[in-house]
C-alpha cells in the first residue's frame, strides 16, 4: 500500500543538549541546527521540546560545565524561538520550593505557560511516584492542563526516574491521586511492565524474549483515562518489538492512547531512533491501520495538546 504524504507526524519526546558529559565523549551532541535537520531528514513535522538540564541531581551531573545554555530557562526560551516546529515543555521537581507536600508550585507554572509550555517533563526525580509531595504537584499540573511525561526506575540508588516496584502500583496510586493529569509513561521501569513481573532484576534494563501475559501497563492503559505513553528511547523499542505479536497487538489495542517518541540525544548516525520507520513498515504490510497510524503519529499528541 501506499504511504501517502497527508499524514503529520509530531516526535513526542525530543531534547537539545551536549549528553557527552554522560560518559560517551565520543559522540556528536546535539544542537537545535542538527535536531530541526534531523526532523527535517526523517519527516517529521513538529517535536515535542523536554529540557532535562538543572531539574533534579539524578537527571544529568554538572552540564553547566559542559553546555553555556543548561539552565532550563535558556532551553525554554531556545525552544520558543521555533513555534512553527517545536512545542515546548518545561521540567520540575517535586522536592522544589519548600520540599513540602504543601508547595505552591504557581510561581514556576506561570511562567512556563507564559513561555508558551504545554507540560512538563520528562521528570527524572528519584521519589515514589505516589510521595505527597509528588501528588501535590501533579494535582496543580492537572488543574492547568498541563500533561506531564515521567522517567522510570526501581527502587535503589544509582538510578535516576521515578521510583516503583513490579507492577507499577506506586504509579497506579497516583493515577488515582491525580485523576485530571495525564501522565505519560516512558523509561525502562515503566515498559518492562509491558510483560507480568515479579522481579527488581525483570524491571531492569531492558528486559528480552516472548511476553507470555500482558503486564501492567497494558492495564494502567485500559483502566486509566489519564495514562498515556510514548514510543521512545531504547525502553519504548525493546517493548514494541521484543515479542513483535504482541507488540503489534498492543499498538492496535491501545491506537489513542500510544504517542510517537524517539528520544534522539546525539546528532551522529547512531543516535537515530527506528521507532519511525517500524511503524510506516508496519502500515505498509496491513498489520497497522491507517487510522491507527495516524492516531499515533500525531493524532493523539494533537488531541492532548489542544491543537487538533
Not at 18 to 31: C, I
Not at 255 to 264: A, C, H, M, P, S
Not at 269 to 284: C, F, I, V, W
Request: with cysteine.
Amino acid at each position: 500500500m501506499s504511504l501517502g504524504e497527508d499524514y503529520m507526524v509530531i516526535d513526542f519526546h525530543l531534547h537539545v543538549g551536549d549528553f557527552r558529559l554522560m560518559g560517551r565523549e565520543d559522540r556528536e551532541p546535539m544542537t537545535w541546527e542538527n535536531q530541526l535537520a534531523r526532523l527535517d531528514d526523517e519527516g517529521i513535522d513538529m517535536a515535542v521540546f523536554l529540557p532535562v538540564y538543572n531539574t533534579s541531581p539524578e537527571g544529568c551531573p554538572f552540564p553547566m560545565l559542559y553546555d553555556d545554555r543548561a539552565c532550563l530557562r535558556d532551553q525554554v526560551v531556545d525552544a520558543g524561538l521555533y513555534p512553527d516546529r517545536i512545542i515546548p515543555f518545561g521540567n520540575m521537581d517535586p522536592r522544589w520550593g519548600s520540599n513540602t507536600p504543601r508547595t505552591d508550585f504557581a510561581p514556576i507554572l506561570d511562567w512556563f505557560q507564559a513561555h508558551g509550555c504545554r507540560g512538563v517533563g520528562e521528570i527524572t526525580a528519584n521519589v515514589a511516584f505516589d510521595d505527597p509531595r509528588n501528588v501535590n504537584m501533579f494535582r496543580q499540573l492537572g488543574e492547568r492542563g498541563m500533561l506531564v511525561t515521567i522517567e522510570s526506575c526501581v527502587f535503589g540508588e544509582g538510578h535516576y526516574g521515578y521510583q516503583d516496584d513490579p507492577g507499577l502500583p506506586h504509579l497506579e496510586r497516583l493515577l488515582q491521586l491525580a485523576p485530571d493529569t495525564t501522565v505519560i509513561g516512558h523509561g525502562p521501569g515503566f515498559w518492562a511492565n509491558m510483560a507480568a513481573i515479579t522481579t527488581v532484576e525483570q524491571m531492569s534494563g531492558y528486559p528480552k524474549g516472548p511476553i507470555p501475559r500482558e503486564g501492567a501497563v497494558s492495564r494502567l492503559l485500559r483502566d486509566y483515562p489519564n495514562m498515556y505513553a510514548d514510543t521512545s528511547a531504547g525502553s519504548g523499542w525493546n517493548a514494541l518489538t521484543r515479542d513483535p505479536d504482541f507488540g503489534i497487538a498492543f499498538l492496535n489495542e491501545f491506537q489513542e492512547k500510544i504517542l510517537f517518541g524517539t528520544d534522539v540525544c546525539f546528532a551522529d548516525e547512531a543516535g537515530r531512533a527506528p521507532q519511525l520507520g517500524y511503524l510506516k513498515r508496519l502500515l505498509a504490510e496491513g498489520k497497522l491501520s491507517r487510522t491507527a497510524y495516524d492516531k499515533i503519529a500525531s493524532g493523539n499528541g494533537l488531541r492532548l495538546l489542544g491543537m487538533a
